[in-house]
């Protein structure tokens, strides 16, 4: 009897995890790729072939947000800025993520005010 009561003591909060996952419509609207390279560079081709994936993926419009200036602090700083709703995600580089914050005086925590979500990979084609 012990054993049934501890199991779905344990099972309990998957069960309501899967129900609140369900739930879930994702996305309900538009999200919004933060890129934080000029326009016609070749980290905006990548941000605009993987916005062009997620939107035939979800559904929904991906809107690419060419943010520039600062190495890339301007964009981080509004990435971090948005709401944390999952609707605005960024296309940022080790320059941003690594180097600039030992250069300079930023306004976040690249650590701890950023949530990875996918690694991307730049091939060399020369």
């Known amino acids: 009897m012990n054993v049934l ?5 344990v099972a309990s909060p998957m069960i309501l995890a899967i129900d609140a996952v369900a739930q879930t419509n ?3 609207h ?12 070749q980290s905006d081709t990548v941000a605009r072939l993987l916005g062009q994936k997620l939107a035939e993926a979800w559904g929904k419009p991906v809107v690419i947000d060419n943010i520039t200036g600062a190495a890339g602090n301007i964009a981080a700083d509004r990435i971090v ?9 960024g296309l940022l580089g080790q320059a941003q993520m690594v180097v600039n914050p030992s250069l300079y005086k930023l306004t976040y925590d690249t650590v701890k005010d950023f949530a990875p979500v996918s690694r ?3 091939l060399r084609t020369s």
């Open 26 to 28: 994702y996305p309900e």
């Open 81 to 89: 800025k948005a709401a944390p709703d999952g609707y605005t995600v």
């Open 120 to 122: 991307s990979i730049r």
């Open 5 to 9: 009561i501890a199991a779905v003591v």
């Open 30 to 41: 538009q999200i919004r790729l933060v890129a934080g390279f000029p326009p016609g560079a």
